[in-house]
């Protein structure tokens, strides 16, 4: 039994493709690379939990900047995300191919 349940319009659920939400706090350093590096792996929804403390309240966000997949929040990934092969390696399919450009919406053209 899980206690996690796809976050409220993200889109998550059976049967839908996998997509990211990165959770962030203003726009430092850290926030801006983390968004940077999450764009690196395909499309992003970027939260801003300044704006939207709701949502990270939902997703039960302790700490930003944070990455999760929409269609299973319990793959998630805290820090700004500097090393993509690890990240795309605790992430799973399709994100853990970074050959298939094609899983993520970045096809070459």
Known sequence: MSDAAPIAGSGGGA???AGLRLFVLGQTETMRRAIQN???LGP???VD???DPAAAELARVLATPTLMRTDDPRVR???DLRDLDAVR???GPPYDDPSDASATGH???
């Open 77 to 79: 990934i805290v820090g």
């Open 49 to 51: 939990v300044r704006d």
């Open 107 to 109: 096809g070459n053209g």
């Open 15 to 17: 049967g839908l493709g």
């Open 38 to 40: 999450a764009r690196r």
């Open 89 to 91: 390696g605790h992430l």
């Open 44 to 46: 992003v929804d970027v």
